[in-house]
């Protein structure tokens, strides 16, 4: 058992090292940005200047009813293009919503995607365009790294949750509700043409939306940021980042129509995008999509409740990247030890500021073997983190998240 634990390790360090190494050869240049108040009325004209001639916008209806997209639509009607709407996105897009999605684009000769909404649309335009492009590849054999190989039709990404970063990544993440998995594919084929940053966009966004999503993003910067997959770059991403989702997410939950937060938070998912795409997450995600997949727990609250409980676990092998990311926080304390345990207690206590709850309601007992297992089917060899976890931490760690 000790001997086959050693290897096992090995091979996923190997493993790790050889992605690190190979993701030198891709090209990671950030997507087009349009940023600032009032940048979605810019949109029309890049995409008519690029020679696209019809959009399908991809959104959800919650976000039609809003009205959130009536000034894309008179600016794309003013620009003169065409488009035509798919707006039954379900939270947590699913394999139906981007075959249905893709079969749409192709009926209507459609030549670019406007994927406008949280992560949940932008991730169904990905994988719709994944299905455009290798149509006889079913989604779930792409999943993992570097599997697709072909370029997706362009999308022009309007993220309107402050979170995701997907508008950033080379990730769609996708659910399969028969078989009650969500898993993600990760391709540099995947990275949207650009990403639209308003934020007029949300100032609707409710409360608690705001809330988790902003801390997915500070899960995104954080698992990082204490991976084995950094560069200058990501690190700088992510510790800008995390010191906009402390200085920003409170106001932007209490005053959701404060603009400057708003804006610093879009500004903040998506260096955190732009960190994680690079530097990959960690067991945080890999548990989190795995309680999304079996009992539609949104992502950024699963992700909000375990961050803690995994950097616990992680213990004293990441202090000085913890005592990092306190001091760009504003944090003060003696030592890395100290720093660290200062960023976890500030973490609880952001949580506990934003209402997020500590336990995961929808968890049972019985589903914690399976849930563990498929977390590390996701998570190794894949992600650099910094400690390897087995199958009975995992179970532990997630015993610690039953309600009580
Ligand atoms: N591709 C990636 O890199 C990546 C990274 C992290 C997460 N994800 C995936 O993204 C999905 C979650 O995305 P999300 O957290 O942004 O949520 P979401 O897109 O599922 O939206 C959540 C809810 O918020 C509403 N909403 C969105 N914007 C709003 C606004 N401005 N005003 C009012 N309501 C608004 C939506 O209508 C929806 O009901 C998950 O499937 C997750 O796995 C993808
Ligand atoms: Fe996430």
Redesign the pocket.
Known sequence: MFITNIFYKLYCRIFQNILRWGSYIFNWDPPKLLKGQGSLKGLPNLIFKEGFKKALVVT????IE?G?LDPLFESLQAEGLSYLVFDR?R???TLENADEVAALYKSEACDCFIAF???????CA?SAGLRLVRPRTPLHLMQGVLKVFRKIPPIFAV???A????EA?V?????NPEKQE?F?ISDPA?RPFCAVLDPL??????KH?TA??GV?ALT?AVEAYVGRSNTGQTRQDALLACRLIFENLPTACQDGGNLVARENMLVAAHHA?LA??RAYVGYV?AI??KL?GYYNV???LANAVILPYVLEFYGSKIDKQLAQIALAIGLEGPDDAHLARAFIEALKKLNHDLDIPHKIQELKAEDIPTLAKMALKEANPLYPVPVLMNQSQCEDLLKKLLPS
């Open positions: 959800d209806k919650n976000l809003l959130l996105v939270p947590n897009p909404g949280g992560g949940s649309p932008i991730d990905k993220p309107t949750t979170g995701t970063g997907s990544t990730a769609t993440v996708i659910s969500k993600a995947l966009l949300t100032l609707g966004l409710p939306i988790t999503t997915d995104h995008g994680f795409t995600h989190a999509h999304g949104p992502h950024g």
